[in-house]
């Protein structure tokens, strides 16, 4: 799997479409986020995308929220 990690993604208070959230989920899992121990803090998985460390939290709670409701939701 290839990542780009050299643009920023454009940030907006709003709900990001799906493509960045596909590519935000990408990053944060090949570079490690998800392991345990994680191979990269949510200070560095940000900056490798090109947000604030706030903005990556919210995002992927929001992310994984999303995915987690269309999976249990009947």
Do not use: C, K, M, W
Not at 13 to 33: I, K, P, T
Not at 43 to 65: F, K
């Amino acid at each position: 799997v290839s990542v780009s990690t050299t643009e920023p993604v454009e940030v907006d208070e709003g709900h990001q479409s799906d493509s960045q959230d596909v590519n935000l989920l990408r990053l944060a899992y090949v570079s490690g986020y998800f392991e345990s121990p994680r191979r990269l803090s949510l200070t560095e998985l940000g900056q490798r995308a090109g947000l604030s460390s706030n903005s990556v939290n919210r995002r992927l709670r929001r992310i994984i929220a999303e995915l987690v409701g269309e999976r249990i939701d009947p």
